[in-house]
């Protein structure tokens, strides 16, 4: 069984295009992350949601929009694609560990989604 | 500022030679430290982390690491390395009741035969 799964692992699209990328978990987390990861493997969060609040919304164009329908599914839309929006998507999930809001989070990734612009 | 720091980009040993990879923090509060292991092509994989207590913490497939608070550091070792260890490692820093993990550039391993 797949923790986190994303769907498409590949996506091959022109620029101007519009496409989402799905992400589901089946381990009960409350939280869920979009990260972004760049040709040189460089990962960068980009969004979090919290049992479907947003929690965290990093500096992201806005032609980025994550929508959490329930707590098990993070999707990820992304309007008018650009060169620069070439890269690995990854999706994650976590549950604090501790609770009480003071613990820490450990994260469990998927396997990731290849975003290509031509 | 918050920031990972992992000076090698790339390191290459032999098989059955030991391993260290190095990582930096800087982070204003309590640091939770993190390593992950990404094989090529796929997601990345919690390998140990760092909350509290004692400072070496066993992870899994015979890693290990060190919190050294007075050096800013999390040092990720393997007594012997295995042809199967080649893959981008990262090292990453977050909070209690944080969300946001903070990685590193990584480094990337290969096991000469």
């Known amino acids: 069984d797949t923790a986190v799964s994303q769907t498409p692992k590949y996506l091959v699209t022109q620029m101007g295009n519009d496409k989402s990328i799905k992400c589901e978990q089946n381990l009960g987390h409350d939280t869920m992350y979009w990260y972004k990861q760049d040709s040189k493997k460089f990962l960068k969060i980009m969004f979090s949601?919290?049992?479907?609040?947003?929690?965290i919304n990093e500096t992201v164009p806005n032609r980025f929009s994550p929508k959490s329908p329930d707590k098990a599914h993070l999707n990820l839309h992304i309007n008018s694609l650009e060169l620069g929006d070439s890269a690995v998507y990854f999706c994650a999930s976590s549950q604090e560990v501790g609770g009480g809001g003071s613990g820490a989070n450990v994260l469990t990734f998927g396997a990731g989604s290849r975003l290509t612009v031509l | 500022a918050q920031s990972v720091t992992q000076p090698d980009i790339h390191i290459t040993v032999s098989e059955g030679a030991s391993l260290e990879l190095r990582c930096n923090y800087s982070y204003g509060a309590t640091p939770y430290l993190f390593w992950y292991v990404q094989s090529p092509g796929q997601g990345l994989q919690l390998l140990l982390k760092y909350f509290s207590g004692d400072t070496l913490v066993q992870g899994i497939k015979g890693f290990e690491a060190e919190f050294k608070r007075s050096q800013s550091s999390f040092n990720l070792r393997k007594p012997s390395v295995h042809w199967s260890d080649a893959a981008e490692y990262f090292c990453?820093?977050?909070?209690?009741?944080?969300?946001?993990?903070?990685f590193g550039a990584g480094t990337r391993l290969a096991v000469h035969p």
């Open positions: 949601y919290n049992n479907k609040e947003l929690i």
């Open positions: 990453a820093v977050g909070s209690r009741g944080y969300n946001k993990l903070i």
